[in-house]
């Protein structure tokens, strides 16, 4: 699995204005409903799913990184949006840092296998200081595309 199989380009979001979690949330979730990834019935539901996951512990795992994710029914396909900011986002991460890039992934209640594939994809490229770097870095949408595109290249190069 790719990461373009799975992040919604429309929801790419190269100036992420939020400085605080909650916030964040649900400016991440409103784009990725604008980009039709979720009913905008799901909003509130999903935003109180995602928040209670991170109050039973910070998808925030350090190196500048968050992963929140939520599964649910209504969810029909994967879906993820990637988040940089420029600021940085408290995001109570485990290492205390800010936050700078947020992938936040969407996935369907009864395919748990795609979602782990998913974000086995997701923490393998977070996981490579390169890739955090240039995500770090990318203040367009276009250069996030690019830089998912060369990880799904290398990906298939190894």
Same mark, same amino acid.
């Given at each position: 699995?790719?990461?373009?199989?799975?992040?919604?380009?429309?929801?790419?979001? *190269? /100036?992420?204005?939020?400085? %605080?979690?909650? /916030?964040?949330?649900? %400016?991440?979730?409103?784009?990725?409903?604008?980009?039709?990834?979720? *009913?905008?019935?799901?909003? /509130?539901? !999903?935003?109180?799913?995602? !928040?209670?996951? $991170?109050?039973?512990?910070?998808?925030?795992?350090?190196?500048?990184?968050?992963? *929140?994710?939520?599964?649910? %029914?209504?969810?029909?396909?994967?879906?993820?949006?990637?988040?940089?900011?420029?600021?940085?986002?408290?995001?109570?991460? #485990?290492?205390?840092?800010?936050?700078?890039?947020?992938?936040?992934? #969407?996935? *369907?209640?009864?395919?748990?296998?795609?979602? !782990?594939?998913?974000? $086995?994809?997701?923490?393998?490229? #977070?996981?490579?200081?390169?890739?955090?770097?240039?995500?770090?870095?990318?203040?367009?949408? %276009?250069?996030?595309?690019?830089?998912?595109?060369?990880? /799904?290249?290398?990906?298939?190069?190894?």
């Amino acid at each position: 699995m790719k990461l373009l199989d799975f992040v919604a380009t429309d929801a790419l979001i *190269p /100036d992420l204005q939020a400085t %605080e979690r909650d /916030d964040a949330i649900h %400016e991440i979730i409103d784009r990725l409903i604008d980009a039709g990834a979720a *009913p905008k019935a799901l909003r /509130d539901t !999903l935003i109180e799913l995602i !928040l209670e996951r $991170e109050n039973h512990g910070s998808t925030g795992f350090g190196k500048g990184v968050a992963v *929140p994710h939520v599964k649910h %029914e209504k969810i029909k396909k994967m879906a993820a949006a990637v988040a940089v900011s420029q600021k940085g986002v408290d995001f109570n991460a #485990l290492d205390k840092a800010p936050v700078y890039s947020i992938v936040m992934l #969407l996935s *369907p209640k009864d395919k748990p296998d795609e979602h !782990l594939q998913a974000m $086995e994809n997701i923490f393998s490229n #977070l996981q490579k200081d390169q890739f955090r770097k240039f995500l770090r870095q990318a203040t367009t949408r %276009e250069q996030i595309e690019e830089l998912m595109q060369e990880a /799904d290249a290398q990906q298939l190069s190894s």
